[in-house]
């Protein structure tokens, strides 16, 4: 979910179309790594530590996704003479809204988060204060309508399946296997979180002997629960060559299995019975909006009928809410049954309706796009996303000790959800952005060498079965039961860290980029 998909479209007319795709694919060696395109000219190598890809461009024969008018892939390549990609990509072809709109969910990801943190103080008596935390969506009720807004993980799938079926008919294409394609991308979406957990695990055995245990244990669940994506992600992206074939068969009508499987997963879960089958949604609602996503093509072609999607996807959210058994919160919120663990159908009329949305600003989006002052921050963003997603909540952790200890030595907060707590939420965005820029100079390089790291082929078929499943089930626990006792914890760390360097290919492999032939 970071730089290595990048997207490009051409031919938005009626005629069959296709999608061209910068996407990290099992490329032969010695491939230019398709990570940046030629008009990426803002690839974060000065603020990553890390020198920037040569690339000459997204190419045709690189295996992008034709759909014909039922919005289905075609993964035959066309002729040489009709591959218009055989030159460099033209930058105006290339579809950089599928890039922001992942740089600008990780954005509203990061606010989402501080602006939820509702920290405050009360008197000790002492000329001192203690802090207290909250979760602004139970503190102020009213504000889980944002959650409509800022809950853009729905468009995280959306986008994601796009990309992935892009990348995965680009390996088709050439020859490549699942077993090489799955075990390149585990390493790249695994990668950035071995240095977080190690430096939190290194964090919960310096300090339970010293500080409350209340604060040492929220600390380490609010790093680690937002760990499910990946291992969600993950799964998903195993997938891929199921939901690419049901693509083809079924065009966009291929999301209704996945969509109708949900639904009755909610039926038995709102019933109360086996609460249990609960858990086969992360599978069912994340697997139906990927699914979704593979039809971008085709929607992007019929985005005047963007008002169908996020009328009818916030009209079917609404009848859930409104008259069915749906929370209002789009996010998890403490008595009440969530809508995001596991996830419900709420989130899929959600994300239908945000595309909706997206659908209607395509065009000025792609407009603003084309000027390279708001397209280089796209692309910086986008290097370095699964990092900023990881250590954005380690930054607010350091935030809250800042609170404490100014508290300590007798400096209070607002009410949270006052008029005056809400005119310092800027100061305190301003705070945890001078924190967090330190931590992703030296943690980003992690993820942006593992872009551009030599491709792994020859993996077994077992191995990257094995490899899926035991990366799944080690974020799992980590997700549910953090990272204490730091013993136990301790090995799904080193699984994921054995995966890695599992995954990794020899020193002696052939780069991934030509450095000689790297233009300034």
Known sequence: VGADECCTSQGLGPTPRRHRGAV???????????????DAGAFPSDDWGVDPPDTDGVRAQDGAMFTNESGRPNTQPQPEANRPGATETDPAERDRVVDAVRAGCLVVVVAGHWLMAAIGTEATGTGAYRVQLANMLE???????????????????????????VSWTRTVNRGGRWADWVANRMRRLLAPAIGLLAVWLVVVAVAQP??????????HRLVTKPLWFLGVYLVITAMTPLLVRLQTRLGIWAVVPWAVAAVAVDVLRFNDHDTALASLNFVFVWAALTQVGMSWDRLVANRD???????GGYLALGLLVGIGPYGLSMVGVGGKVSNMAPPSIALLALGCAQLGLILAAWDRLRSVLAQERYWTPVMRIGAGGMTLYLWHLTAMAIGVCLVALAASLGIAQPTPGSALWWATRPLWFGVLAVVLSPILRRAAPVEVRSLLAPQSTGTPLWAAVLGVTAGAAAIAYLVIEGLQPVGPAVVPVLVLAALVRWLSPPNDAEPAIDRADRSA
């Open 139 to 165: 503190l102020r009720p009213w504000t889980q309508w944002l959650t409509w807004v800022l809950q853009v993980m729905p468009l995280f799938f959306i986008v994601g399946g796009f990309a992935n079926a």
């Open 305 to 311: 009928r963007w008002w169908m999607l996020a009328g």
């Open 24 to 38: 990290s694919g099992n490329g032969a060696p010695g491939d230019r790594n398709p990570a940046v395109s030629a």
């Open 210 to 219: 010293f500080l409350d245990p209340r604060l040492v244990h929220g600390g």
